[in-house]
């Protein structure tokens, strides 16, 4: 597995409740799935939503593997574009 820095913006910082958090997994999903939310459900719901910026190229494909992945943004969709 690998070491994955995790950053979160906005919504989906509010529903993980801190900036960023170290992850060890494999893939996307996994770290996705590693996270422990302040509020669950809205966490839930917001993954499938986001976009994500792994080590700056965007997918929403979350069997993105994470091997040799230094950063993850977390990005929901904002308001106004």
Request: proline residues 2%.
């Amino acid at each position: 597995m690998t070491m994955t820095t995790m950053r979160f913006f906005a919504a989906a910082r509010a529903a993980v409740g801190v900036d960023e958090t170290t992850v060890d997994a494999e893939t996307l999903d996994q770290a996705l799935r590693g996270v422990d939310a302040v509020d669950a459900a809205r966490w839930l719901v917001l993954q499938e939503r986001c976009s994500y910026l792994v080590d700056g190229l965007s997918t929403r494909d979350r069997s993105t593997t994470l091997d040799g992945v230094g950063l993850v943004d977390v990005m929901p969709p904002f308001a106004g574009g």
